[in-house]
């Protein structure tokens, strides 16, 4: 694992940026194509802003979601719709090369759906993302894989749905362990004094919560701004 500390936010999406662009260029060079897990929350924030400084072939792309929120696309809780409105105008992405929820549907039947556009999308059942890019609540959550949830020990479900979230909305679809841990590499960005005791006791007390079981075969990294480090 390697932990980055920054100053501020700024420096976070321009750390963010220049890594998504060195594993993107690496996947394409090496497999022909970049599969990225999106999250939500206030990394949609870093990702508007720092993905379109990044120099890609953003027709090599693929992009789906580390979880979404079970609700319509127009929606001002869906993630997509964030990233459809704030990322795809200022990028050369098209909204074909994003994994999408499937619509009018409850949260199982959208997991089992989500399921089968990744199987197409990497064309096994062998879901190798080559970058994560994860958030972290208060709480210890990431992803919606909450602390105490069942949805923890899943291990049969690449992506399951969960209708209990403790953070708004409740109905949401969400990649398991399994997906999570087989990526290539997995980046949290986190920022704010909000997050730093949390910061402290997964990275310091390596307590077991949510974020702290992100252990991928691939590379693990924490970038943190000032605020979030201030207790390790
Ligand atoms: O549905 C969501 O909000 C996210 O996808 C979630 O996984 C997010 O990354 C964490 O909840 C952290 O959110 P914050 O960064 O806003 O605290």
Redesign the pocket.
């Known amino acids: 694992m390697t932990i980055i500390k920054v100053t501020d936010e700024a420096e976070i999406i321009n750390k963010l940026a220049s890594y998504v662009e060195k594993i993107s260029n690496d996947a394409i060079l090496n497999r022909g194509k970049f599969f990225i897990g999106l999250?939500?929350?206030?990394?949609v924030k870093y990702l508007c802003e720092g993905l379109p400084k990044v120099n890609t072939d953003w027709s090599k792309w693929v992009l789906a979601f580390?979880?979404e929120?079970v609700v319509p696309e127009n929606s001002e809780d869906s993630?997509f719709g964030t990233y459809e409105k704030q990322l795809i105008p200022k990028t050369n992405l098209s909204r074909k090369q994003f994994i999408v929820l499937k619509q009018g549907v409850s949260a199982e039947e959208a997991a089992k759906d989500y399921t089968e556009q990744l199987k197409s999308a990497f064309n096994s059942d062998n879901f190798k993302f080559d970058l994560l890019l994860?958030?972290?609540?208060?709480d210890g959550?990431?992803?919606?894989l909450f602390p105490n949830h069942p949805l923890l020990k899943e291990s049969t479900l690449q992506v399951a749905s969960i209708t209990d979230s403790p953070?708004p909305p409740p109905e949401?679809i969400t990649l398991t362990y399994p997906v999570i841990n087989n990526a290539r590499n997995c980046i949290f960005a986190i920022s704010g004094a909000g997050k730093a005791d949390m910061v402290k006791r997964i990275l310091k007390d390596n307590e077991d919560l949510p974020a702290a079981r992100v252990q991928p075969q691939g590379s693990l990294y924490w970038i943190l701004d000032e605020a979030a480090a201030a207790n390790l």
Request: one cysteine or more; glycine letters at 20%; hydrophobic letters at 15%.
């Open positions: 999250s939500g929350g206030s990394v580390c979880d929120r993630t994860l958030g972290m609540g208060p959550h990431t992803c919606s953070k949401r």
